[in-house]
């Protein structure tokens, strides 16, 4: 699931790396800068030393990242299907380990 995720996020992160080459490849077409052509996404820098940043249009806080993240500490707090999951594949773990184990016993002793 880790793999997963990391891998979707890098996904993500290279479809906004491509959204602004193309914006970048649209102002040089054009040869000057369009004001309603935005670009994927943006930074800058307040004059109170605050950061603002936008994603495709879309204002990103930290405030808004720490509500996020709060709401998902609650609803990962306990998930059924996750605790089934661990359970059946503990259960499959401990099955193939005693089945590759009792093979190596009958192997051995029939090789002797």
């Known amino acids: 699931m880790f793999k997963c995720f990391v891998l979707c996020s890098v996904l993500l992160f290279g479809v ?3 959204m ?3 914006n ?5 077409m054009r040869g000057y800068d369009d004001p309603e052509l935005q670009s994927a996404f943006q930074i800058n820098n307040e004059q109170k030393g605050d950061i603002e940043a936008s994603i495709l249009g879309n204002k990103v806080t930290g405030q808004d ?7 998902l500490e609650k609803i990962e ?3 059924f299907f ?7 594949a503990a259960v499959v773990s401990n099955g193939v380990s005693a089945l590759v184990d009792s093979f190596a016993e009958w192997m051995n002793n029939l090789l002797k």
Do not use: D, P
């Open 65 to 71: 990242l720490q509500e996020k993240q709060e709401q």
């Open 24 to 28: 970048q490849g649209m102002i040089k």
């Open 82 to 88: 996750s605790q089934i999951g661990k359970q059946f």
């Open 77 to 79: 707090a306990f998930n």
């Open 20 to 22: 602004q080459q193309a």
């Open 16 to 18: 906004l790396i491509g």
